[in-house]
């Protein structure tokens, strides 16, 4: 009854979620209709570990001219070898979920998951892309797909770090 229970150790994986620490300045452009040019606005999101396994960032913009906050966790599952993820924000009561891998060559990490049809009811596809450029620079960028249209870009989002 004395013996230590045996936790997991950190993977080569959950060690790169440190380089995402910190607080990074973003540029956003939104797609939202097609007829009419992107909309921008600026962004903060502040990056901390929990713990070794897990990153959490909050995200805060005036976006459409009402404050928007936004929080997102990142991690690897080692079991079934994929990144997972989670995002919530003030301004959507769902709760999104992505699984994806990473592509070491390319450093690009592609994850897809279902979320709510902007433009109806019922679920839809939604995917996102997230290339490192460099240890101060990344772009994201998330899609949906609708039944109507296709795969369609929601937005882009360049992050610097402050």
């Given at each position: 009854m004395s013996e230590q229970p045996a936790f997991a150790t950190p993977s080569q994986?959950?060690?790169?979620?440190?380089e995402l620490v910190g607080t990074w300045n973003v540029e956003c452009?939104?797609?939202?209709?097609?007829?009419?040019?992107?909309?921008?606005?600026?962004?903060?999101?502040?990056?901390?570990?929990?713990?070794?396994?897990?990153?959490?960032?909050?995200?805060?913009?005036?976006?459409?001219?009402m404050p928007f906050r936004g929080v997102a966790t990142l991690g690897y599952n080692a079991i079934t070898e994929e990144w997972v993820s989670t995002?919530?924000?003030?301004?959507?009561?769902?709760?999104?979920?992505f699984t994806g891998k990473?592509?070491?060559?390319?450093?690009?990490?592609?994850?897809?998951g279902k979320g709510p049809n902007?433009?109806?009811?019922?679920?839809?596809?939604?995917r996102t892309v997230e290339k490192r450029i460099?240890?101060?620079e990344r772009h994201f960028e998330m899609f949906l797909t609708l039944p109507e249209a296709g795969e369609v870009q929601l937005f882009s989002y360049i992050y610097r770090r402050a």
């Amino acid at each position: 009854m004395s013996e230590q229970p045996a936790f997991a150790t950190p993977s080569q994986e959950h060690a790169s979620l440190k380089e995402l620490v910190g607080t990074w300045n973003v540029e956003c452009t939104y797609f939202m209709d097609p007829s009419q040019p992107p909309m921008t606005c600026e962004a903060t999101d502040t990056a901390e570990m929990i713990g070794e396994f897990w990153i959490q960032s909050t995200f805060e913009s005036n976006m459409f001219g009402m404050p928007f906050r936004g929080v997102a966790t990142l991690g690897y599952n080692a079991i079934t070898e994929e990144w997972v993820s989670t995002w919530v924000d003030s301004l959507n009561p769902y709760l999104f979920h992505f699984t994806g891998k990473h592509n070491a060559e390319s450093q690009v990490l592609e994850m897809s998951g279902k979320g709510p049809n902007p433009m109806g009811s019922g679920l839809c596809d939604y995917r996102t892309v997230e290339k490192r450029i460099s240890a101060d620079e990344r772009h994201f960028e998330m899609f949906l797909t609708l039944p109507e249209a296709g795969e369609v870009q929601l937005f882009s989002y360049i992050y610097r770090r402050a």
